[in-house]
């Protein structure tokens, strides 16, 4: 059955890595919005955070586009904030992509942390990605950020070490759990 793992989280709140080690270990594809995304910056002199943010739906699309033509029984890993987008589009991918079962890593992080995180990264990102003067929203948005629930949920904390242990083995059981159930219902109303 199609499955999808969903590694979200704020910018720099550790999806990436998060997401590759799910990847690697379960030699999983990895789909990846700024993977897909920064050679399409690199064409263009000025990318502002309109044509950035465009650039990241049309990679979201291609994404989902992808994951609706693999076989039935692929599973993919799939790195990205999905709360830039609404939840109802998300929704509409999963459902459209025939998509059997989602699981979601939320990347929980604290404010303090993310900013740090962010501010390490600035001198290496590439042109087109907010610089310094969006560390205040950034910081606003580790404490209101929220996943976006629709399959099973699986919390990492980034902030503490050992829920990282847990993360694999978690994942390990939901999928050998799934694979026996034909179709999981996906969550269309949150429940926090």
Same mark, same amino acid.
């Given at each position: 059955m199609k499955t999808v793992i969903l590694v979200n989280g704020i910018p720099a709140s550790g999806k990436s890595t998060t997401a590759t080690q799910i990847a690697d270990y379960f030699t999983c594809p990895y789909l990846s919005i700024d993977t897909i995304k920064e050679p399409f910056m690199g064409l263009y002199h000025d990318v502002d955070r309109k044509l950035n943010r465009k650039l990241g739906q049309a990679a979201y699309q291609v994404i989902w586009n992808t994951i609706a033509q693999a076989p039935d029984e692929c599973v993919y890993v799939v790195d990205a904030w999905f709360g830039f @987008? &609404? @939840?109802? /589009?998300?929704?509409? #991918? +999963? /459902?459209? !992509?025939? *998509?059997?079962? *989602?699981?979601?890593?939320?990347?929980? +992080? !604290? &404010? /303090?942390?993310? *900013?740090? @995180? #962010? $501010?390490? @990264?600035? &001198? #290496?990102?590439? $042109?087109g990605h907010p610089g310094a003067e969006y560390l205040p929203e950034l910081e606003t948005l580790a404490r209101k950020a929220q996943p976006m629930n629709i399959g099973k949920l699986i919390w990492l904390d980034q902030d503490d070490t050992p829920s990282h242990a847990k993360l694999l083995p978690e994942i390990t059981a939901l999928m050998a759990t799934l694979s026996q159930v034909k179709k999981s219902p996906v969550k269309k109303t949150i429940n926090y």
């Open positions: @987008r &609404p @939840r109802e /589009e998300l929704l509409q #991918y +999963v /459902e459209q !992509s025939d *998509v059997h079962h *989602v699981i979601e890593v939320w990347n929980q +992080v !604290s &404010p /303090e942390t993310v *900013v740090e @995180r #962010y $501010k390490q @990264r600035l &001198p #290496y990102r590439r $042109k």
